[in-house]
């Protein structure tokens, strides 16, 4: 098992930055490619960014591409997500997931673990 804590979340203005982490405890947190997702009211979960187990590969959602970063300390068991330049298209409850294996990592269904999620909302 990997249980997941996402925090950083928050309200923010237009324009404004924020930080998400998403701390792992249980099985080896390196061993896993890990995500972000988020679901906006009335809207279906949607991918936002992925992460190989290394670090060493990245994957984002068009829309978020250029303004968000994705990133993980494995010493640290922590996975990050810089968001900048946030619109109030961002606002939603961010979720991160890890996966053992994982063929396609916009896929939330390939994901075994997910945290519960924490609220960006970013207002006008």
């Known amino acids: 098992q990997v249980q997941l804590v996402e925090s950083g979340g928050g309200l923010v203005q237009t324009g404004d930055s924020l930080r998400l982490s998403c701390t792992a405890s249980?099985?080896?947190?390196?061993?896993?490619?890990m995500g972000w997702f988020r679901q906006a009211p009335g809207k279906e979960r949607e991918f936002v960014a992925a992460i190989s187990w290394s670090g060493g590969s990245t994957v984002y959602e068009d829309s978020v591409k250029g303004r968000f970063t994705i990133s993980r300390d494995n010493a640290k068991n922590t996975m990050y997500l810089q968001m900048n330049s946030l619109t109030p298209e961002d606002t939603a409850v961010y979720s991160c997931a890890a996966a053992y294996m994982v063929v396609r990592v916009t896929n939330p269904e390939e994901y075994d673990y997910w945290g519960q999620g924490t609220q960006v909302t970013v207002s006008s």
């Open positions: 249980g099985r080896t947190f390196s061993n896993h490619a």
